[in-house]
């Protein structure tokens, strides 16, 4: 579940409690300052269904439509990972890794040889342009 989904379903749920507490007040309110308090309560009280009915109406098309996305997200989330399936893990790849190091540490062996040849061959070049044969 997303977190704009948990936002989402806590709002609703603030919502409703919001709809119920409004309700309660407004029939305390009624109640306290009505002097033809049953008929006044009868009103409210319809008027307050009709409104609270309204409301969890809307509530249930909406979580109706949340369903709906997350097994939209659920259906995505197993593609996903069945694909993740198929790649390589680091496991696959240690023996490949390996092999690499090797090559890298021979060429590595193969560049400092190199450079000693060079070296010994100018310093040999080096002797015979200057002629200090004996």
Known sequence: MQWNDLQAAAAIISSICAIV?????????????????????DNGDRATRKHTDKSVGEISTRLSNLDGRMGVMED????????QNHHLTAK??????EKINGVAQNLA????ATNAMREQLRMIQEHLMRGDRK
């Open 21 to 41: 507490a409004a309700t309660v007040s407004v029939l305390v309110w009624r109640k306290s300052r009505s002097s033809d308090l049953t008929a006044k309560i």
């Open 92 to 97: 696959d790849l240690s023996p490949l890794h």
């Open 109 to 112: 062996a193969n560049t400092a």
């Open 76 to 83: 995505g989330m197993a593609r996903i990972e069945a694909s």
